[in-house]
Nanobody, 122 residues
Framework: QVQLVESGGGLVQAGGSLRLSCAASGRTFSSYAIGWFRQVPGKVREFLAVVSWSGGSTVYADSVKGRFTISRDNAKNTAYLQMNSLKPEDTAIYYC???????????????WGQGTQVTVSS
């Protein structure tokens, strides 16, 4: 079992940057792919990026490609989402999730963090 805790959210101006962290408990963190998602109230949860267990493979949604970078440090049991050139439409609750295989659909993920709010002001 994996427990995930996100941090690093906050209020930032448009064009700014934030780095989100996803800290995992348990000794099996390196066995899991980690995905990042976001959700706006009343809308479906949106896939952003996923990194394989080794960090050697990544996939991004078109909406964030070139602006967001996903990475992980298995020695620290932590995954990251570096977000640059933020836009007001990036405002959402951001979640990390763990799955044995890298997937893009939220329903395929077993373990989720509680989320962290990101607000981008114009």
């Amino acid at each position: 079992q994996v427990q995930l805790v996100e941090s690093g959210g906050g209020l930032v101006q448009a064009g700014g940057s934030l780095r989100l962290s996803c800290a995992a408990s348990g000794r099996t963190f390196s066995s899991y792919a980690i995905g990042w998602f976001r959700q706006v109230p009343g809308k479906v949860r949106e896939f952003l990026a996923v990194v394989s267990w080794s960090g050697g493979s990544t996939v991004y949604a078109d909406s964030v490609k070139g602006r967001f970078t996903i990475s992980r440090d298995n020695a620290k049991n932590t995954a990251y989402l570096q977000m640059n050139s933020l836009k007001p439409e990036d405002t959402a609750i951001y979640y990390c999730a763990a799955n044995l295989a890298p997937r893009t659909m939220p329903a395929e993920y077993f373990y989720w963090g509680q989320g962290t709010q990101v607000t981008v002001s114009s």
